[in-house]
């Protein structure tokens, strides 16, 4: 039994540091369309024409990192919540990393054509899918039991209202599109947060965690 046991969690881990590798190797890529910029000769006024055209690329990256890395934070924390595995639960994460390994793409485009409505579009799309999908693999987690035993179930109402502050924020970036310039649109990426405060109005500050809960 205990053999058992250790194996399963040996089983679960291997879920966890692929996930975690999928996300480093992500973020990595997102860093790899900011190039070097070529100038002939040694004009500093053309440097400086190259490193402003650069501009877009670095906002694109920078949007991009945090985000990812929110989605990272979040996946981290429903996880320390999940202590159980099939393969349904498999198949969701495998299919909310993929549209999170589809993120470097959307980034390129968008920080290439930033004037490109359906550049934007895609870019914001693409984040929205792959924060349903995590919502998706949460709640298949939640109804299938897979959750650690004892998790309060306010705490678990709390990730969830939470998990829908992302898709959100990009429909609201989206609605936002039909009648703003691009340009002042990408600052909707800003509403995230309040979304999630909006969804989460309770006074407790931060969401207990399995290992922050002492048992008496």
Known sequence: ??????????????IVFFSDAV???????????IKVPHVTGHSSEALHQELAHLIPKVLGFIC??????????????????????NAGLIWR????????????????LFSEYTWS??????YTMTFGLAAIAKFWLWTYAVKNSLIREGTDPVTVARISRRSLAVPLGCLACVILAIFLPVYFVFFGFLLIPVFAYLLDPTKKAKIDTPDEIQVP
């Open 23 to 33: 996300f480093a190797i992500v973020i990595t890529l997102l860093v790899l369309e």
């Open 117 to 122: 409505i359906t550049a934007f579009l895609i």
């Open 93 to 108: 994460n495998l299919i909310f990393l993929l549209v999170i390994t589809f993120i470097p793409f959307p980034t390129a």
């Open 64 to 85: 991009s990192f945090f985000i990812v890395g929110l989605m990272w934070f979040e996946h981290h924390r429903i996880f320390r919540f999940i202590e159980g595995f």
């Open 1 to 14: 039994m205990e053999e058992s046991k250790e194996r399963s969690a040996i089983s679960f881990e291997r």
